[in-house]
């Protein structure tokens, strides 16, 4: 079994509704991260996890929320979709924040389409 | 904020041709990973460096840190195929919201 998976793993949406992509992870590691991957921008931070309910907001975090109420999930929520966020959302998870010492497992990714 | 520079942004050779690409910075960074990415997939590890000059291999991939910690490259050897993807660096530039990833290189190697 994927020690990541994250769902759904594509998603149209409406401009104005809210969605919701989960990740689970069954590695019990204590940071995850949500990621969007545009081209020309590459990777940027959502937000970001450091145990259960302890989050922090990345680069590009306007529009979006978390919650981690379990140490295995991670849900990010659009609150009004706009256009702007149609994107591929990917989950990471890590067993510490040094890159030194530690790297990310990232999940296959979500492909979110707002129309 | 810190910037990771990777080029070339694009790169297209045949199989059994060497190639080199490039992760650069004007910051220094306390150390730095690859990852190479697939289509429809997430980024997989490949290597994480952490001192200045340090040179790793994996078969026929050879990754090198800079002696300033300001750069990187990754050179393929006799690539093939199975080498095509996104290959992205990520540094640490010293805290949890510098964590920075390059916009990656991405390699097609044609048979």
Not at chain 2, 54 to 59: I, P, R, W
Request: net charge neutral; proline share 4%; glycine share 12%.
């Amino acid at each position: 079994d994927a020690g990541i998976t994250q769902s759904p793993r594509h998603k149209v949406t409406e401009t104005g509704t809210p969605v919701t992509l989960r990740c689970h992870q069954t590695e019990n590691h204590r940071y995850m991260y949500w990621y969007r991957q545009d081209p020309g921008h590459g990777l940027r931070l959502i937000h970001y996890s450091y145990g259960v309910k302890d989050t922090d907001k990345g680069e590009v975090s306007d529009g979006y929320s978390v919650s981690r109420s379990k140490t295995e999930d991670f849900l990010l929520t659009l609150e009004s979709a706009t256009s702007s966020q149609t994107s591929v959302y990917f989950c990471a998870i890590s067993e510490g924040p040094s890159i030194a010492n530690y790297g990310y497992t990232f999940g296959s990714g979500t492909r979110l389409t707002v129309v | 904020t810190q910037l990771l520079e990777q080029s070339p942004q694009f790169l297209s050779i045949q199989e059994g041709e060497n190639l080199t690409v490039y992760c650069n910075s004007s910051s220094v960074f306390s150390s730095l990973q690859w990852y190479r990415q697939e289509p429809g997939e997430g980024p997989v590890l490949l290597v994480t460096v952490v001192t200045g000059g340090e040179v790793k291999k994996l078969k026929r991939l050879t990754f090198q840190f800079g002696d300033a910690r300001k750069d990187s490259s990754l050179h393929i050897t006799a690539a093939q195929p199975g080498d095509t993807g996104l290959y992205l660096c990520r540094g640490d530039g010293g805290s949890q919201g510098n964590l920075i990833f390059g916009k990656g290189t991405k390699l097609s190697v044609k048979p």
